[in-house]
């Protein structure tokens, strides 16, 4: 019995990571709730907006800015970023020089998700590439960095022809504010299509319940379990 506890107290322990530390997932599913979010699109250049910024879902008019300002290129990269300014209480993005502000973020969430959205975890982030194109199109996320570092071991993030892709940020306190940044990159042999839904890049943070939780949480559950190893190891001593 005494070596099972030393077990599980190690393993409690050696979840204790560094502060930037974040977990990336791949393949996963969508946020259980999302209180800021980026969408990217009109790839065609069809005279739509081509991004979109402020509290889900960015498809009601009175809870985005948006911007038609941006021109894709095909088969050439733009600098991208997505900034939550805790500080200042505002949502910023910019899509190579086109920049977008959606400000007083906390009270836009109370007013359109409600005070549980507020008073809850935000901590996840959830990026989503989808692909439609029926061709041999590509789109994909390079350099990406996440409050300065890297997300994966090459930086990139990929959604291949006619498919969509989702992956996590986690083990991060979101309301502390962040910054997602890198380069977004359109490759194929033709034009894009024009319809503006079609092929869209989404970023949103929120609350999910299965989340790897931040480091700061982390250290109190390994805390926790070791007071309760003693605790333990005491109780049975007596006896």
Known sequence: MKTQQL??????VGMTVSANAQTFVVNSGPLDSSVGAVRYRNFGNSGGDD??????????VGQRVATSAHTW???????????????????????????????????????FKGAPAVAQDWNAM???????????HSISMSDVLFNGNSLTTNGTIVS???????????????????????????????????????????????YDMDA?????TMSILSLGVLAALRKRKGVSSKG
Not at 51 to 60: D, K, R
Not at 168 to 173: K, M, N, S, T
């Open 7 to 12: 077990i599980i107290a190690s393993l409690f």
């Open 51 to 60: 991004m979109f910024l402020g509290v889900p879902s960015l498809g009601n």
């Open 73 to 111: 290129v095909n088969n050439s990269s733009v600098a991208f970023s997505f900034n939550y300014d805790q500080a200042n209480n505002k949502l910023t993005s910019t899509l190579g020089t086109t920049s977008l502000t959606y400000t007083n973020f906390v009270a836009n969430v109370t007013t």
């Open 126 to 136: 959830s990026i989503k590439l989808f692909n439609r194109q029926s061709d041999d």
């Open 160 to 206: 291949g022809f006619n498919s969509e892709a989702t992956f996590q940020v986690q083990g991060y306190d979101f309301k502390n504010g962040f910054t997602l940044s890198g380069l977004i990159n359109l490759s194929g042999p033709t034009a894009w299509n024009t319809s503006q839904e079609l092929n869209v890049i989404n970023a949103d943070f929120g």
């Open 212 to 216: 790897v939780p931040e480091p700061a």
